[in-house]
């Protein structure tokens, strides 16, 4: 990051503080003893002199820092670790809409995550209310819905290209789901 004069009184302002409304905003990195900090450290505050401002832990740790291990930055305010086992749902979430269960399976996914598929479908329930599986039937049929309204494909072309493996059953999950076959939803 670079001395911002502005900036770097704002979070020198901070740091002296302890100002958690800063934390996870912007990383300490104080050169003299290698480690970078939050702003809200409990450690022995160091030199203005010594300090140098980053906006992310990854750029502390490309300028040659590692992480303060009282304060721990890498479970700052935004970061994964923040989050807990909810990042992991996030993550699959993201790989499911990216239809990664559309041609793999939970346990597939899960190995991509690094954790169990029973523990994966666990987290699901906490965090989403749903398995990965009914995650993925839902940007399925959402996929499904977009390409009924705006493009001419056929049915069985829009079935596989949302990520159905047959036609019988894009069928069949649209009509338990709406009620109604695809075709009477298709715009004229």
């Keep these: 990051m670079t001395k911002s004069i502005d900036r770097f009184d704002e979070f020198n302002a901070a740091r002296l503080r302890r100002d958690p409304a800063y ?11 290698g480690i970078y900090c939050r702003p809200v450290c409990p450690a022995r505050m160091p030199m203005t002199k010594n300090v140098q401002f980053f906006t992310t832990a ?52 899960s190995d991509r995550l690094g954790i169990g598929p029973r523990h994966l479908t666990r987290l699901f ?34 079935a596989f290209a949302a990520g159905f493996g047959s036609l019988r059953r894009f069928n069949a999950v649209f009509s338990t789901l709406y009620g109604r076959p695809p075709t009477s939803m298709r715009k004229k």
């Design 23 to 33: 934390d996870g905003v912007f990383f300490v990195g104080v050169f003299t003893t």
């Design 58 to 109: 990854p750029a502390a740790e490309a300028a040659g820092l590692r992480p303060c291990l009282r304060c721990r930055p890498e479970t700052a305010p935004f970061s994964p670790a923040w989050q807990g086992s909810k990042s992991t749902v996030n993550r699959a979430l993201k790989l499911i809409k990216d239809g990664a269960l559309d041609e793999g399976s939970v346990g597939e996914l």
């Design 125 to 158: 329930k906490k965090h989403f209310g749903a398995s990965p599986l009914q995650a993925a039937q839902t940007y399925r049929i959402q996929r499904a819905k977009r390409l009924l309204n705006h493009s001419n494909m056929s049915m069985t072309e829009i």
